[in-house]
């Protein structure tokens, strides 16, 4: 499942950190290493799990290799949240029904859960 794998991809705080950054545009891996206690091939390594995780996506400008956030890349993990959120509030919503009518058939001095 696509969102399996995004959920594994940022669960590692520095491939967080390079996803976060990426937010304000592409950058090479120099310009992503920069200022971090990983050197460039780990965080070669740590965009290679984010691009198999269908989060980054590369393109070449020159000898430069630029990564970029991936448009629609956690949409699978969105779509698997909603789905957990619907079946939430669909059983509240059914809780809701329970009890109210649950409320309309007591009698009085019955107790009602």
Same mark, same amino acid.
């Given at each position: 499942m696509a969102y399996e794998m995004i959920l594994t %991809? $940022?669960?590692?705080?520095?491939? *967080?950190? +390079?996803? @976060?950054?990426?937010?304000?545009?592409?950058r090479?891996?120099?310009a992503l290493a920069e200022g971090r206690s990983v050197s460039r091939p780990a965080v070669s390594q740590h965009l290679k799990v984010l691009d198999l %995780? #269908? $989060? =980054? @996506?590369? !393109?070449? @400008? #020159?000898? &430069? !290799? +630029?990564? &970029? $956030? *991936?448009?629609? #890349?956690?949409?699978? $993990?969105?779509?698997? +949240?909603? !789905?957990?959120?619907?079946?939430?509030l669909t059983a509240y919503a059914e809780e =809701? %029904?329970?009890?109210? @009518?649950d409320m309309a058939n007591a009698k009085p001095g019955d107790q009602v859960d």
């Open positions: %991809a $940022l669960a590692d705080p520095t491939r *967080r950190a +390079i996803f @976060e950054d990426l937010r304000g545009g592409g090479t891996v120099a %995780a #269908g $989060l =980054v @996506e590369v !393109r070449q @400008e #020159g000898r &430069s !290799r +630029i990564y &970029s $956030l *991936r448009r629609g #890349g956690l949409a699978p $993990l969105r779509t698997w +949240i909603d !789905r957990m959120w619907d079946d939430a =809701v %029904a329970r009890q109210t @009518e």
